[in-house]
């Protein structure tokens, strides 16, 4: 797979240094790298929009979650492609598609984790 792939980098990496207690963990982040990372940079260094290589025309706004879904899956042949925008989650697997509505906290106190929390529960079943 790996072969297939192509890394591109847009930025610098973000820096954090991290000091840690018995009681918890200080975490003081250095994001000024990180500070032009914006969809135009990534278009402009990729040079292509993500529709334009998924050959969906009408844009990803005017699609619905099943259509996108259905096509990143068809493009990608793959096992299983799953799309999580923030109400909702859709995925097709071996060529069947599945749909779940998702809790939603509009303002939570938290969300760092959020994703990694989605795909391990995803990846786990």
Same mark, same amino acid.
């Given at each position: 797979m790996f072969?297939?792939?192509k890394l591109v980098s847009i930025a610098n990496?973000?820096?954090t240094d991290a000091v840690e207690f018995l009681d918890g963990k200080l975490m003081i982040g250095k994001r000024e790298a990180l500070r032009d990372v914006n969809w135009d940079k990534l278009k402009e260094t990729v040079g292509i929009e993500i529709g334009d290589i998924l050959e969906v025309s009408e844009g990803f706004s005017k699609v619905d979650?099943? &259509?996108? &879904? &259905?096509e990143i899956a068809k493009r990608l042949n793959v096992y299983c492609t799953v799309v999580h925008p923030v109400r909702e !989650? !859709?995925?097709v697997c071996n060529g069947k598609y599945f749909h779940t509505w998702c809790p939603f906290e509009p303002n939570p106190k938290l969300t760092t984790g959020a994703g990694d929390n989605f795909n391990a529960g995803f990846c786990l079943g």
């Open positions: 072969d297939k792939c990496l973000g820096q979650l099943e &259509t996108l &879904t &259905t !989650a !859709a995925a």
